[in-house]
């Protein structure tokens, strides 16, 4: 933005009205936004505790399912064993573990005579054959209860992460929102229809902060970085215009320097050292210059 250009006092009104409704607006906004990440925040809490609760619950259901699965086998195998369905208590397993102390006692007690279904005493303390095979049927519906139970809570946790998942997106917001914001506040600061430093700079110790202390020192910096210009300018205006374009001209590595020192002199001291100036340069330095260009 070129130095020289100054703003009416009815447009500085309007823009100092537009940058007191913008910065309630953001404070408006960033409020909400704080707000809701709290809510969010603690959501997520809660729902992380529920996981955790979960995990120890599942834990333990898992445990105690395969506990009940394996025992569950364990006795429909004893009963197999033990009705010497197949002949395979007495054939199999009777040579094998007979003179093994407890494991004996699940072998079958007459090895020499037949299963038969009207035999009363000879199916593991059932009466016949029928009630032993409802009990056996009634033990897997057990185990597919219990595979049922655990199925249950395996899609309960995946519920709970997705709903966590999906809570992670307002943090997110919150995070891009805060990124959005920062640049604005640039974009305002730079641009070249607003009010000037000074004021932007009086304006920033009223806003947010953390964004504030961000955009002070970028505007302080250049605040200094003018001061200084402001002083080469009145340094190379003292000096003979000869002296002055000569070293201008040996700048051809920084001519934007050389021509912000230019533009912040007076006019008629900017014209005299143009005029003794290098053609070329003094063109390349004019062209820099230019508010159009």
């Known amino acids: 933005m070129p130095l020289d ?7 500085a009104k309007t823009e100092k009205k537009r940058l007191k409704d913008e910065k309630k607006k953001l404070k408006n906004e960033q409020k909400e936004q704080k707000k809701l990440a709290r809510q969010k925040a603690k959501e997520i809490a809660g ?32 009963l197999i064993v033990k009705l010497d369905f197949g002949g395979f208590g007495s054939n199999v397993l009777t040579p094998v573990l007979k003179d093994v102390p407890v494991l004996n006692l699940i072998l079958p007690k ?6 038969d279904e009207s035999d009363s005493g000879s199916y593991g303390g059932y009466d016949n054959l029928k009630d032993a095979v409802d009990y056996i049927k ?13 199925t249950t809570s395996t899609d309960e946790v995946k519920e ?13 917001s919150q995070v891009e929102f805060q990124r959005i914001k920062t640049e604005f506040y640039e974009e305002v600061v730079y641009s070249d229809k607003g009010p000037g430093i000074e004021e932007y700079k009086k304006y920033y110790e009223e806003i947010d902060p953390a964004a504030a202390e961000y955009l002070y020192k970028q505007v302080v910096q250049q605040t200094e970085e003018t001061d200084e210009v402001k002083n080469y300018a009145m340094a190379y205006s003292s000096m003979k215009p000869k002296e002055a374009a000569a070293i201008f001209e040996a700048m051809t590595d920084n001519l934007d320097l050389a021509a912000r020192i230019l533009n912040a002199m007076e006019a008629e001291d900017r014209g005299k050292i143009l005029g003794v100036m290098d053609p070329e340069v003094a063109a390349k330095l004019t062209k820099i210059m230019d508010p159009e260009s």
């Open 5 to 11: 250009d100054e703003m009416t006092p009815d447009d």
């Open 160 to 172: 709970l992460q997705a709903e966590v998942d999906r809570l992670k997106t307002f943090e997110d």
């Open 47 to 78: 729902r992380e505790a529920e996981l955790e609760e979960d995990d120890d619950g599942n834990q333990g259901s898992v445990f105690a399912v395969t506990f009940v699965i394996v025992l569950i086998w364990v006795a429909i195998l004893c």
């Open 138 to 150: 009634e033990l897997e519906l057990e185990l597919e209860r219990a595979k049922s139970a655990e």
């Open 110 to 115: 007459n090895t020499d005579v037949a299963v």
